[in-house]
Nanobody, 128 residues
Framework: QVQIMESGGGSVQAGGSLRLSCEAS????????MGWFRQVSGKEREGVAA???????TYADSVKGRFSISGEDTKNLVYLQMDSLKPEDTAMYYC??????????????????????WGQGTQVTVSS
């Protein structure tokens, strides 16, 4: 059974840091890219960062220089280190795994894609 589980969300003041973790169970993920998306209720989902199993990464312009994605292939773990957080970073953050390059995953990932796997999400709240 394939599962994606996120953890590490919470509340922090502007300028603070949080680290999100995502664990993917199942051997197929060893060849998948994994990424993070975020969504605020009533707004479009936004791709944040993605990484493949060679360590290639891609980021949304809105988080470049502040967020860093990394992974532990042997454990199917992906992390999102978020520094210099802003109130506009407040959202539900979702981890996703898919058989695409990081750039493609970030551009097109959707819960409706039958080849992707999504977690339940973890809330990040940044207060001013």
């Amino acid at each position: 059974q394939v599962q994606i589980m996120e953890s590490g969300g919470g509340s922090v003041q502007a300028g603070g840091s949080l680290r999100l973790s995502c664990e993917a169970s199942g051997s197929k993920f060893r060849t998948y890219s994994m990424g993070w998306f975020r969504q605020v209720s009533g707004k479009e989902r936004e791709g944040v960062a993605a990484i493949d199993n060679d360590g290639k990464t891609t980021y949304a312009d809105s988080v470049k220089g502040r967020f860093s994605i990394s992974g532990e292939d042997t454990k199917n773990l992906v992390y999102l280190q978020m520094d210099s957080l802003k109130p506009e970073d407040t959202a539900m953050y979702y981890c996703v795994a898919g058989p695409y390059s990081p750039v493609t995953l970030l551009r097109r990932a959707s819960p409706d894609d039958p080849f992707e796997y999504w977690g339940q999400g973890t809330q990040v709240t940044v207060s001013s």
